[in-house]
């Protein structure tokens, strides 16, 4: 993200972040004059510089003492960061061995594409609360139910596959609402 080229979209993305309530901080192998940039921006927290990746591993878990940790590289010097990470995120355009320390492989090289993970995550998490939450009411319901015999097992059995059925089409549903002007 930074150094001699800094990639396109960077602060976007991580204004994008910041505004989403996510701490961002930039751990880089970079002198400190190639970030001073950094430090004017409002939506980075912390910015260490000349970090080698023991250092990135070691801030990590620093950070891990109070808060989940996502980490996004792309060099073999990102690699174990990516790994120690609550969540590691490599970009396509970098190393197999980042990729292979990643949890999360971005096949393209747009950076931007690391919130479209977050709000993917977020969306999968909302939809796995709902499906346990109507596998809740159907079995608090339809247990009671079938033991004071108000229906016979037979009806039970096609209720759980009715059941099953709901909970795999709202599986199944987009994660992502269509915007207003689709």
């Keep these: 993200m930074v150094g001699d080229n800094p990639r396109q979209g960077w602060l976007d993305t991580v204004t994008s972040l910041h505004e989403r309530g996510i701490e961002v901080a930039?751990?880089?192998g970079d002198d400190e004059e190639a970030t001073d940039f950094l430090m004017e921006q409002?939506?980075?927290s912390y910015?260490?510089?000349g970090v080698s990746p023991v250092g990135k591993i070691e801030a990590i878990r620093r950070f891990q003492l109070n808060q989940?940790?996502?980490?996004v590289g792309d060099g073999t010097?990102?690699?174990?960061a990516l790994?120690?990470?609550?969540?590691?995120?490599s970009l396509g355009g970098g190393t197999a061995l980042a990729a292979d320390a990643a949890d999360i492989v971005i096949v393209d090289d747009d950076l931007s594409l690391v919130e479209t993970t977050f709000e993917l995550a977020q969306a999968a998490r909302r939809r796995v609360r709902q499906n346990v939450g109507l596998a809740f009411v159907y079995n608090?319901?339809?247990i009671p139910a079938a033991l004071i015999g108000l229906f016979n097992p037979m009806t039970a059995a096609v209720a759980v596959t009715v059941c099953g059925g709901v909970l795999a089409l709202n599986t199944s549903r987009s994660?992502?609402?269509e915007s207003p002007s689709a």
């Design 68 to 71: 989940r940790v996502a980490m």
């Design 140 to 142: 608090a319901i339809a």
């Design 42 to 44: 409002d939506a980075i």
């Design 175 to 177: 994660l992502f609402r």
């Design 83 to 89: 790994a120690q990470a609550d969540l590691g995120i």
């Design 47 to 49: 910015v260490f510089a």
């Design 77 to 80: 010097n990102d690699a174990p």
């Design 26 to 28: 930039i751990l880089t």
